[in-house]
């Protein structure tokens, strides 16, 4: 008890309504998430089932393999990628609570008793990946929902670099009201979406519930056999199903594991899967038009709020156009909000990725901002949020475009995912004390798939591929600069300082003259005497 002399009457009370407030703390906390943690996978069921449909089938029209082929990839990867790899597993590997790649670099490199450089160039590479897609993302998610407006009238192209800008510098100014004051605005309207992309496509999986046959994961084997020549694009286009799994971990400080599980596990993943298979049903009703289905499955007043997230497209989408009628304008609506908020993920997590870099000495201190009283890991960070903004709204300008974004969108996130796989099999082997064959194995399953997807991306690098590793390499350089000079400087220091021991022992020879109180003086070294 926590106050064990409060009398009788104190302790019904105490007893109570802890798990109640822990209780309700945990529904907020999940609220938050879906807001700040998921808004990125959440909104790619608007373009990833098209992408990848109009890859393997090259037009318009889809061949029934095609359908169930490409439905079984997304719903394989989703729970491969992100249910088993990231919530089963990574999401287990925090550091004193915080997550991200680097927070999975220290655990690695703490297992070795001398600390491995190798483990620190990955982590180094890692980290550097992320904020290249902390970059790229919130550009093309905002650039591609105001292009939308292109949709309703054309009139509207010459105003959507300047609004895309408006809404970047609203998006990057509400940060400073911390994680839970943003999760307040976006959890919400995330949560409206979930169930309303969850209920649009259960709606089609009744009418045609053949598509569930796309469980079956045999029809992945059947499509990679007999489109051999189209399943390398394929698989690039697969991989935005699973964007915004990286930012699960990321983001672990300012939640916690528990919210982050229970919304993927009760929200989330059950809402997209009754999505993506309602769109399956959707073009395979269609006998394989590709369209636009995410829009073109709903009907009436919910079709316009898709519409606007939709960018101009001759093959159609298929998310879109199975929202028809009344159903059009609120779907618009939603998902231009959605794509917005998806941003948030990256944002939230590279603020944390940073606090993590300057803890560990690769970057200098930067001011940290603590906005709540109950998580540690919410925080805003100045600066950090004025130069993401700037690099952000600079890469806006610079490519004008979603569609030549489009390219530079992948490179980073699976090369993040990559080096994931390759820490945590790390901490499987060195601190969970896994047998070798399981942690083999687990990692050859995931680096596969990894693989896959980082192969399929790499090829975009003169696309557009390469702004997002020049940012990565600007972090790579800035870090290791950093990391060389605090060394050169820290050792240059110490051959004047004074070593602890041989103070003390001078101290206990000549005493000192003593004045009342307690001196404290700081060092970022415990084995010398400050000078």
Known sequence: MALTNAGSEAEPVEQSSRPEIEQDSTKVLMLGALGVVYGDIGTSPIYAFREALVASSGGNVAERGDILGVLSLIIWSLTIIVTIKYIMFVLRADNGGEGGVLSLMALARGSFPTRSAIILAIGIVGASLFFGDAVITPAISVLSAVEGMNVVTPTFQPYVVPLTLVILAILFSVQRFGTGGVALIFGPITAVWFLAIGLSGLNHIIADPEILWAVSPHYIVAFLINSPDVAFVTIGAIFLAVTGAEALYAD????????????????????????????????????????????????????????????????????????????????????????????????????????????????????????????????????????????????????????????????????????????????????????????????????????????????????????????????????WTWI?????????????????????????KKKPQLVSGTAVFLTSDPQSAPT
């Open 484 to 508: 060389r000079g605090s060394r050169y400087l820290f050792d240059k220091t110490r051959r004047n300082e004074i070593p602890l021991d041989f103070l003390a022992g001078n101290l206990l």
């Open 252 to 479: 672990l400080g300012h939640f916690g594991r528990k919210p982050i599980v229970l919304a993927w596990l009760a929200i989330v993943f059950p809402c997209l899967l009754l999505n993506y298979a309602g769109q399956g049903a959707f073009v395979l009703a269609k006998n394989g038009h590709v369209g636009h289905p995410f829009f073109e499955m709903n009907e009436g007043w919910t079709l316009i709020p898709m519409v606007v997230l939709a960018t101009a497209a001759t093959v159609g989408h298929p998310f879109f156009e199975m929202n028809e009628g009344w159903t059009l304008i609120p779907m618009v609506v939603l998902a231009t909000a959605a794509t917005v908020i998806a941003s948030q993920a990256v944002i939230s997590g590279a603020f944390s990725l940073t606090r993590q870099a300057v803890q560990l000495n690769m970057l200098p201190r930067l001011e940290i901002l603590h906005t709540s009283e109950r998580q540690s890991g919410q925080i805003y960070m100045p600066r950090v949020n004025v130069l993401l903004a700037l690099a952000v709204m600079l890469l806006v300008v610079g490519f004008g475009e979603s569609s030549k974004l489009a390219s530079a969108y992948g490179i980073s996130v699976t090369g993040n995912m990559l080096v994931t796989t390759v820490l945590l099999f790390v901490v499987m082997t060195r601190i969970w004390k896994w047998r070798l064959w399981v942690a083999v194995a687990m990692t050859a399953l995931f680096g596969f798939i990894d693989i896959g997807f980082f192969a399929s991306n790499i090829v975009k690098v003169f696309e557009g591929g390469w702004a997002s590793l020049a940012v990565a390499f600007t972090i790579v350089l800035a870090m």
